[in-house]
Protein backbone atom coordinates (compact mmCIF):
# COMPACT_ATOMS: atom_id res chain seq x y z
CA UNK A 1 0.00 0.00 0.00
CA UNK A 2 1.60 3.47 -1.20
CA UNK A 3 -0.93 5.27 0.95
CA UNK A 4 -0.87 8.73 3.24
CA UNK A 5 -3.68 10.11 4.57
CA UNK A 6 -2.87 11.67 7.33
CA UNK A 7 -3.46 15.29 6.62
CA UNK A 8 -6.82 14.36 5.45
CA UNK A 9 -8.38 15.48 8.40
CA UNK A 10 -11.57 17.55 7.78
CA UNK A 11 -14.12 15.33 6.95
CA UNK A 12 -16.15 18.34 5.63
CA UNK A 13 -13.79 18.61 2.62
CA UNK A 14 -15.86 19.16 -0.44
CA UNK A 15 -14.15 19.31 -3.21
CA UNK A 16 -10.19 17.95 -4.59
CA UNK A 17 -7.67 18.48 -6.51
CA UNK A 18 -6.17 15.50 -8.53
CA UNK A 19 -2.71 14.98 -10.09
CA UNK A 20 -1.62 12.03 -11.39
CA UNK A 21 1.54 13.88 -13.34
CA UNK A 22 4.96 12.05 -12.30
CA UNK A 23 7.30 13.11 -9.98
CA UNK A 24 8.68 16.80 -9.33
CA UNK A 25 6.31 17.61 -11.57
CA UNK A 26 3.27 20.07 -9.27
CA UNK A 27 3.82 23.45 -11.59
CA UNK A 28 -0.14 22.48 -12.97
CA UNK A 29 -1.07 22.52 -8.85
CA UNK A 30 1.11 25.73 -7.86
CA UNK A 31 -1.11 27.35 -10.73
CA UNK A 32 -4.36 26.16 -8.83
CA UNK A 33 -3.53 26.08 -4.85
CA UNK A 34 -3.50 29.85 -4.54
CA UNK A 35 -7.07 29.96 -5.85
CA UNK A 36 -8.50 27.04 -4.08
CA UNK A 37 -7.28 28.35 -0.71
CA UNK A 38 -8.96 32.37 -1.34
CA UNK A 39 -12.26 30.04 -2.21
CA UNK A 40 -12.81 30.22 1.43
CA UNK A 41 -13.78 26.62 0.80
CA UNK A 42 -11.90 23.31 2.73
CA UNK A 43 -10.34 21.25 -0.16
CA UNK A 44 -7.99 18.25 -0.51
CA UNK A 45 -5.27 17.68 -2.54
CA UNK A 46 -4.56 13.92 -4.31
CA UNK A 47 -0.98 13.31 -6.40
CA UNK A 48 0.02 9.77 -7.25
CA UNK A 49 3.47 10.13 -7.38
CA UNK A 50 5.44 10.10 -3.77
CA UNK A 51 8.05 12.28 -4.84
CA UNK A 52 5.59 14.85 -5.44
CA UNK A 53 3.67 14.43 -2.10
CA UNK A 54 6.63 14.87 -0.29
CA UNK A 55 7.35 18.19 -2.64
CA UNK A 56 3.92 19.51 -1.72
CA UNK A 57 4.07 18.93 2.35
CA UNK A 58 7.03 20.85 2.64
CA UNK A 59 5.92 23.54 0.80
CA UNK A 60 2.15 23.46 2.15
CA UNK A 61 2.74 22.32 5.75
CA UNK A 62 -1.25 23.08 6.43
CA UNK A 63 -2.99 21.66 3.33
CA UNK A 64 -4.65 18.44 3.75
CA UNK A 65 -2.85 16.36 0.99
CA UNK A 66 -3.06 12.19 0.04
CA UNK A 67 -1.21 9.97 -2.03
CA UNK A 68 -2.14 7.38 -3.21
CA UNK A 69 -0.25 4.34 -5.64
CA UNK A 70 -3.12 2.21 -6.38
CA UNK A 71 -7.01 2.45 -6.94
CA UNK A 72 -7.61 0.93 -3.76
CA UNK A 73 -5.55 3.51 -2.43
CA UNK A 74 -7.35 6.27 -3.96
CA UNK A 75 -11.13 4.29 -2.87
CA UNK A 76 -9.35 4.88 0.77
CA UNK A 77 -8.88 8.56 -0.03
CA UNK A 78 -12.46 9.25 -0.99
CA UNK A 79 -13.65 7.16 1.77
CA UNK A 80 -11.72 9.33 4.42
CA UNK A 81 -13.45 12.23 3.05
CA UNK A 82 -17.30 11.60 2.95
CA UNK A 83 -18.59 15.10 2.11
CA UNK A 84 -16.43 15.01 -1.23
CA UNK A 85 -18.55 16.58 -3.85
CA UNK A 86 -16.37 17.11 -6.59
CA UNK A 87 -12.94 16.58 -8.07
CA UNK A 88 -10.98 18.91 -10.36
CA UNK A 89 -8.04 18.02 -13.02
CA UNK A 90 -5.86 20.04 -13.58
CA UNK A 91 -4.10 17.46 -16.55
CA UNK A 92 -5.69 14.60 -18.69
CA UNK A 93 -3.86 11.68 -17.36
CA UNK A 94 -4.24 7.99 -17.34
CA UNK A 95 -4.46 7.25 -13.58
CA UNK A 96 -7.71 9.88 -13.65
CA UNK A 97 -9.55 6.93 -14.67
CA UNK A 98 -9.04 5.87 -10.99
CA UNK A 99 -11.08 8.57 -9.41
CA UNK A 100 -13.40 9.07 -12.39
CA UNK A 101 -14.99 5.90 -11.58
CA UNK A 102 -16.64 7.50 -8.57
CA UNK A 103 -20.35 8.02 -9.91
CA UNK A 104 -21.22 9.98 -6.92
CA UNK A 105 -18.54 12.59 -7.18
CA UNK A 106 -18.50 15.48 -10.12
CA UNK A 107 -15.67 15.66 -12.14
CA UNK A 108 -14.21 18.46 -13.61
CA UNK A 109 -11.41 19.11 -15.94
CA UNK A 110 -10.26 22.73 -15.42
CA UNK A 111 -6.88 22.34 -17.37
CA UNK A 112 -3.84 24.44 -16.24
CA UNK A 113 -1.82 27.96 -17.60
CA UNK A 114 -1.99 26.98 -21.03
CA UNK A 115 -4.55 24.53 -21.52
CA UNK A 116 -6.30 26.44 -23.52
CA UNK A 117 -3.54 26.93 -26.53
CA UNK A 118 -1.72 23.74 -25.89
CA UNK A 119 -3.96 20.75 -24.79
CA UNK A 120 -4.99 17.73 -27.26
CA UNK A 121 -8.63 17.40 -26.75
CA UNK A 122 -9.74 13.98 -27.45
CA UNK A 123 -12.56 11.59 -26.50
CA UNK A 124 -10.89 10.54 -23.51
CA UNK A 125 -12.27 14.05 -21.74
CA UNK A 126 -15.78 12.81 -22.32
CA UNK A 127 -14.92 10.88 -19.23
CA UNK A 128 -16.02 14.26 -17.20
CA UNK A 129 -18.58 15.80 -16.53
CA UNK A 130 -18.08 19.38 -16.72
CA UNK A 131 -15.15 21.12 -18.93
CA UNK A 132 -14.06 24.29 -17.60
CA UNK A 133 -12.71 26.99 -19.70
CA UNK A 134 -11.04 29.98 -18.96
CA UNK A 135 -11.75 31.91 -22.38
CA UNK A 136 -14.04 32.15 -25.27
CA UNK A 137 -10.86 30.76 -27.47
CA UNK A 138 -10.28 27.56 -24.64
CA UNK A 139 -14.09 27.07 -25.51
CA UNK A 140 -14.13 26.84 -29.25
CA UNK A 141 -10.66 24.45 -29.63
CA UNK A 142 -12.23 22.44 -27.29
CA UNK A 143 -15.40 21.73 -29.31
CA UNK A 144 -14.01 22.17 -32.60
CA UNK A 145 -11.72 19.21 -31.60
CA UNK A 146 -13.96 17.12 -29.86
CA UNK A 147 -16.56 17.51 -32.40
CA UNK A 148 -19.16 15.75 -30.21
CA UNK A 149 -19.01 16.89 -26.29
CA UNK A 150 -21.94 14.97 -25.79
CA UNK A 151 -23.19 15.20 -21.76
CA UNK A 152 -20.17 17.31 -20.71
CA UNK A 153 -20.93 20.76 -19.32
CA UNK A 154 -19.20 22.88 -21.25
CA UNK A 155 -18.61 26.11 -18.88
CA UNK A 156 -16.27 29.36 -19.47
CA UNK A 157 -14.92 30.53 -16.19
CA UNK A 158 -12.38 33.43 -16.59
CA UNK A 159 -8.29 32.91 -15.22
CA UNK A 160 -9.09 33.42 -11.32
CA UNK A 161 -4.94 33.71 -11.90
CA UNK A 162 -5.12 37.01 -14.00
CA UNK A 163 -7.69 38.81 -11.64
CA UNK A 164 -5.69 41.63 -10.26
CA UNK A 165 -4.67 42.72 -14.00
CA UNK A 166 -8.04 41.80 -15.86
CA UNK A 167 -9.06 44.65 -12.86
CA UNK A 168 -5.96 47.17 -13.56
CA UNK A 169 -7.91 50.07 -14.87
CA UNK A 170 -4.75 53.04 -16.36
CA UNK A 171 -6.14 55.31 -18.44
CA UNK A 172 -4.13 56.05 -21.48
CA UNK A 173 -2.52 59.47 -21.09
CA UNK A 174 0.09 59.66 -23.64
CA UNK A 175 3.74 57.04 -24.09
CA UNK A 176 6.03 58.37 -22.00
CA UNK A 177 6.87 55.54 -20.19
CA UNK A 178 7.89 52.52 -21.99
CA UNK A 179 9.05 49.08 -20.82
CA UNK A 180 11.32 46.62 -22.48
CA UNK A 181 11.73 42.96 -22.26
CA UNK A 182 14.59 41.56 -24.55
CA UNK A 183 16.87 39.11 -25.20
CA UNK A 184 17.67 40.77 -28.91
CA UNK A 185 20.76 42.81 -29.15
CA UNK A 186 19.41 44.63 -31.67
CA UNK A 187 16.48 46.17 -30.02
CA UNK A 188 19.24 46.90 -27.00
CA UNK A 189 20.98 48.94 -29.63
CA UNK A 190 18.17 50.93 -30.49
CA UNK A 191 18.56 52.60 -26.91
CA UNK A 192 20.67 55.60 -27.32
CA UNK A 193 18.81 56.40 -30.51
CA UNK A 194 15.16 56.46 -28.74
CA UNK A 195 16.57 58.26 -25.62
CA UNK A 196 18.42 61.00 -28.47
CA UNK A 197 14.93 61.41 -30.07
CA UNK A 198 12.20 60.79 -27.85
CA UNK A 199 10.98 62.20 -24.35
CA UNK A 200 10.35 58.49 -22.81
CA UNK A 201 11.48 57.20 -19.57
CA UNK A 202 12.70 53.75 -20.28
CA UNK A 203 12.79 50.57 -17.93
CA UNK A 204 14.33 47.83 -19.73
CA UNK A 205 15.22 43.72 -18.89
CA UNK A 206 17.57 42.06 -21.14
CA UNK A 207 18.69 38.87 -19.89
CA UNK A 208 20.87 38.03 -22.74
CA UNK A 209 23.08 41.47 -22.73
CA UNK A 210 26.36 41.10 -21.36
CA UNK A 211 27.04 43.95 -18.21
CA UNK A 212 30.19 45.20 -20.13
CA UNK A 213 27.56 46.43 -23.11
CA UNK A 214 24.90 47.62 -20.26
CA UNK A 215 27.65 49.57 -18.10
CA UNK A 216 28.74 51.38 -21.82
CA UNK A 217 25.27 52.06 -22.36
CA UNK A 218 25.10 53.37 -18.91
CA UNK A 219 28.29 55.44 -19.46
CA UNK A 220 26.47 56.60 -22.65
CA UNK A 221 23.40 58.06 -20.95
CA UNK A 222 25.55 59.21 -18.10
CA UNK A 223 27.36 61.65 -20.36
CA UNK A 224 24.26 62.78 -22.25
CA UNK A 225 22.51 63.29 -19.41
CA UNK A 226 20.12 60.75 -19.79
CA UNK A 227 20.70 58.94 -16.71
CA UNK A 228 17.11 59.63 -14.88
CA UNK A 229 15.18 58.31 -17.85
CA UNK A 230 16.39 54.83 -17.76
CA UNK A 231 16.03 52.11 -15.98
CA UNK A 232 18.18 48.78 -16.91
CA UNK A 233 17.14 46.02 -14.23
CA UNK A 234 19.16 43.05 -13.28
CA UNK A 235 16.37 40.74 -12.28
CA UNK A 236 12.95 40.01 -14.37
CA UNK A 237 10.51 41.29 -11.04
CA UNK A 238 11.90 44.49 -11.65
CA UNK A 239 10.57 44.80 -15.17
CA UNK A 240 7.26 43.20 -14.30
CA UNK A 241 6.84 45.78 -11.38
CA UNK A 242 7.45 48.45 -14.37
CA UNK A 243 5.00 46.81 -15.92
CA UNK A 244 2.06 47.67 -13.52
CA UNK A 245 2.62 51.45 -14.32
CA UNK A 246 3.89 51.43 -17.48
CA UNK A 247 2.12 52.72 -20.76
CA UNK A 248 3.63 51.07 -23.13
CA UNK A 249 5.46 47.27 -23.40
CA UNK A 250 8.29 46.50 -26.01
CA UNK A 251 9.13 43.25 -26.63
CA UNK A 252 10.68 40.44 -28.91
CA UNK A 253 9.12 37.69 -30.74
CA UNK A 254 10.08 35.30 -28.38
CA UNK A 255 8.56 36.77 -25.31
CA UNK A 256 5.06 37.41 -27.51
CA UNK A 257 2.79 35.17 -25.99
CA UNK A 258 -1.11 35.51 -24.90
CA UNK A 259 0.13 36.89 -21.35
CA UNK A 260 1.71 39.83 -22.86
CA UNK A 261 -2.20 41.13 -23.31
CA UNK A 262 -2.74 41.54 -19.35
CA UNK A 263 -1.53 44.50 -19.13
CA UNK A 264 -3.67 45.94 -21.89
CA UNK A 265 -1.65 48.47 -23.05
CA UNK A 266 0.02 48.91 -26.58
CA UNK A 267 2.31 46.34 -27.15
CA UNK A 268 5.06 46.90 -29.79
CA UNK A 269 6.72 43.90 -31.19
CA UNK A 270 10.65 43.44 -33.35
CA UNK A 271 9.90 41.23 -35.83
CA UNK A 272 12.69 39.24 -36.82
CA UNK A 273 11.63 37.72 -40.13
CA UNK A 274 9.14 39.68 -42.09
CA UNK A 275 7.51 36.66 -43.87
CA UNK A 276 6.11 35.21 -41.00
CA UNK A 277 3.32 35.24 -38.80
CA UNK A 278 4.16 36.76 -35.35
CA UNK A 279 2.11 34.48 -32.93
CA UNK A 280 0.45 31.59 -33.51
CA UNK A 281 -2.52 32.77 -31.21
CA UNK A 282 -2.36 36.42 -31.42
CA UNK A 283 -3.98 38.42 -34.06
CA UNK A 284 -1.53 40.46 -35.84
CA UNK A 285 -3.41 43.12 -35.84
CA UNK A 286 -3.66 43.30 -31.98
CA UNK A 287 0.27 45.15 -31.56
CA UNK A 288 2.43 47.02 -33.34
CA UNK A 289 5.43 45.62 -34.90
CA UNK A 290 8.57 46.83 -36.40
CA UNK A 291 11.44 45.88 -38.09
CA UNK A 292 13.88 48.80 -38.46
CA UNK A 293 14.76 51.76 -35.79
CA UNK A 294 12.90 54.23 -38.25
CA UNK A 295 9.98 51.95 -37.83
CA UNK A 296 9.70 52.01 -34.18
CA UNK A 297 10.09 55.83 -33.50
CA UNK A 298 6.96 56.34 -35.85
CA UNK A 299 5.02 53.90 -33.53
CA UNK A 300 6.25 55.76 -30.67
CA UNK A 301 5.44 59.11 -31.85
CA UNK A 302 1.84 57.58 -32.87
CA UNK A 303 1.28 56.54 -29.38
CA UNK A 304 2.05 59.68 -27.79
CA UNK A 305 -1.08 61.24 -29.31
CA UNK A 306 -3.23 58.02 -29.72
CA UNK A 307 -3.74 54.57 -29.20
CA UNK A 308 -5.35 53.35 -32.81
CA UNK A 309 -5.08 49.24 -32.18
CA UNK A 310 -6.75 49.70 -28.32
CA UNK A 311 -10.53 48.07 -29.37
CA UNK A 312 -8.70 45.37 -31.46
CA UNK A 313 -6.44 44.55 -28.73
CA UNK A 314 -9.21 44.68 -26.07
CA UNK A 315 -11.30 42.00 -28.41
CA UNK A 316 -8.54 39.96 -28.53
CA UNK A 317 -7.74 40.26 -24.94
CA UNK A 318 -11.09 39.59 -24.32
CA UNK A 319 -11.05 36.13 -26.72
CA UNK A 320 -7.94 34.63 -25.73
CA UNK A 321 -8.28 35.35 -21.96
CA UNK A 322 -11.82 35.77 -20.76
CA UNK A 323 -11.22 38.99 -19.11
CA UNK A 324 -14.92 39.60 -18.88
CA UNK A 325 -15.51 36.31 -16.99
CA UNK A 326 -12.49 36.39 -14.63
CA UNK A 327 -13.82 40.12 -13.48
CA UNK A 328 -16.84 38.43 -12.58
CA UNK A 329 -15.31 35.65 -10.72
CA UNK A 330 -17.04 33.43 -12.80
CA UNK A 331 -14.73 30.31 -11.18
CA UNK A 332 -16.01 30.90 -7.99
CA UNK A 333 -19.72 30.89 -8.35
CA UNK A 334 -19.18 27.48 -10.58
CA UNK A 335 -17.32 26.13 -7.44
CA UNK A 336 -19.66 27.31 -5.07
CA UNK A 337 -22.49 26.12 -7.22
CA UNK A 338 -20.93 22.94 -7.06
CA UNK A 339 -20.21 23.16 -3.26
CA UNK A 340 -23.63 24.36 -2.19
CA UNK A 341 -25.75 21.34 -4.39
Not at 40 to 64: A, C, M, W, Y
Not at 281 to 287: G, H, L, W
Given at each position: ?6 K?K ?13 R????H ?15 S ?20 I ?14 A ?28 FI ?11 N???R?Y ?6 S ?9 E??D????D ?5 K ?14 G ?37 E?I?K???F ?5 Y ?10 T ?12 L ?21 E ?11 D ?9 E ?33 S???F?R ?7
Amino acid sequence: MGLYISKIKNKSISCMLHSAEPRLSINHLLHWIPIFESSGFPFSILVRDENNFSKLSKKFPTLQIAYAKTPVDVEAVVTAQPELKAVFYPSNMAKNIHLLRFNHLKHVFIGTKNSDQLSKFNKSYRAYDAFWASSPYGLDRFKEELKDPRHLDLRMVGKPQIYSFAERTKEFVGCYHLAIYSDNSGIFSMLPRLLESTSLYISGYFPKISSEDINKLMDFVTEQNYKDRIKIHKEKTGIEEALNYADTWLLDQKHLNIYSLIYDIPLIVYKEKSDCRVNPYIDDEAFYSFEKYEELEAIVQTLEKEDPKREIRGKEREYLLGIEATKSNLFFKRLDEIVRS
